[in-house]
């Protein structure tokens, strides 16, 4: 499953909503319609408890519950787990995504106010120890994170097979990835940075639009694979508009853009929960036209 998860960062990777019913709980048959969809459109990896999926409001249990409904509903589809939180709590997520049937884990970017490189490592380490028979993807947000880290924790954990970078900077990017080839590189900022970050090395690239209209991200990809450079750029500003509407308010709009498409294409409620919340009703409007923009049947709820 190593190898497997090596591979599959050479992809779009999904990373989900979770979607909530009308009590505020998960909607299980809504996600695993989601995720069905996505990989039947022929996304090959998907990540469950993400950023995007409101991995930090949702309880343990609930964790547990949308890594089992991803790995029922993925076919053959790669599963790569979010853990984090505390070292005990990651690696408590991670054995349990092991047990459930996951592929391999991606570590969330420790929540800490004071970190050391040798800290970050020993972080990612007890995860990557803890099943050493997964792929180990590291998210990496802070432009701290150093080459030497990065190699001292793939030395001593060979199943630490990916980093998923998330700084935007992309000429620090191809520093890292020239440095720790080692490793498959993913660019972590979606589309909008996917062009920029693959002279670099990304060779993959996360998508929470995909959830919306996984074919769109297929072809983003397929384009910058076949070198098809104004292609790519052509297909980058068609959904550059979606992805500035979420990042917008400091990225406060990431999933509530999300959650609003897929309410208006009538396949998962709009609700969020807090620190999140939903859009407002002019937003609401332009989501509304960039839906339209794409060519997709907005109006269904």
Sequence with gaps: MVDDVRQALASVVTVPVTPFDGLGQVDGPAYSALVARMVAAGVGAVTPNGNTGEFYSLSLAELDRVVALTVESAGGAAVIAGVGHDTATAVRLATEAARLGAHGVMVHQPVHPYQSQEGWAGYHR?????????????????????????????????????????????????????????????????????????????????????????????????????????????????????????????????????????????????DVRPPISPLPDSERDEVTAVLRSLRLPVGAA
């Design 126 to 270: 007890a995860v990557a120890e803890a099943v050493p028979g997964l792929g180990v993807v590291c998210y990496v947000r802070s432009p701290l994170v150093t080459a030497r880290a990065l190699r001292d924790l793939v030395s001593a954990c060979p199943n630490v097979v990916g980093v998923k970078y998330a700084v935007p900077d992309p000429v620090r990017f191809a520093e890292l990835a020239a440095e720790v080839p080692e490793v498959a590189w993913v660019c972590g900022l979606a589309e909008s940075w996917a062009p920029f970050y693959w002279p670099g090395g990304a060779r993959g690239f996360t998508s929470g639009l995909a959830v919306i209209v996984p074919e769109l991200s297929l072809d983003l990809l397929g384009r910058l694979q076949a070198g098809d450079l104004g292609g790519a750029m052509e297909l980058w500003r068609l959904l550059k508009p979606i992805e500035d509407l979420r990042a917008r308010h400091g990225n406060a709009n990431n999933v509530s853009v999300l959650k609003e498409a897929l309410a208006q294409l009538g396949l998962c409620g709009r």
